[in-house]
Nanobody, 122 residues
Framework: VQLQASGGGLVQAGGSLRLSCAAS????????MGWFRQASGKEREFVAA????????NYADSVKGRFTISRDSAKRMVYLQMNSLKPEDTAVYYC????????????????WGQGTLVTVSS
């Protein structure tokens, strides 16, 4: 599957952004999807995941209550609504496809797209 993330940009602390991920070429609807991020000088970290049906979601503790992941399988899209953004949310955000239909572990994700940069100013 080919994945392309978009929607990043510069926002002030407390603001909101909505990231989108378009999936083309390959299976999408029967797999869990996820968002990850990598800040400069740090390792990539898990942000959120959603099951194939959209009925199950998982979040990193650092974003719970602020971020919401969703999907529209008919459009082959995954979204990440980010509210109450903090400077520590600054990172390149990547979407990825799991090898399974439900989220189990961040290591399940093997298909990665190009990232989109989110910068949160204080």
């Amino acid at each position: 599957v080919q994945l392309q993330a978009s929607g990043g940009g510069l926002v002030q602390a407390g603001g909101s952004l909505r990231l989108s991920c378009a999936a083309s070429v390959g299976s999408f609807a029967t797999y869990a999807m996820g968002w990850f991020r990598q800040a400069s000088g740090k390792e990539r970290e898990f942000v959120a995941a959603i099951s194939w049906s959209g009925s199950n979601t998982n979040y990193a503790d650092s974003v719970k209550g602020r971020f919401t992941i969703s999907r529209d399988s008919a459009k082959r899209m995954v979204y990440l609504q980010m509210n109450s953004l903090k400077p520590e949310d600054t990172a390149v955000y990547y979407c990825a496809r799991s090898s399974f239909s439900l989220y189990r572990d961040s290591t399940d994700f093997g298909s990665w797209g190009q990232g989109t940069l989110v910068t949160v100013s204080s």
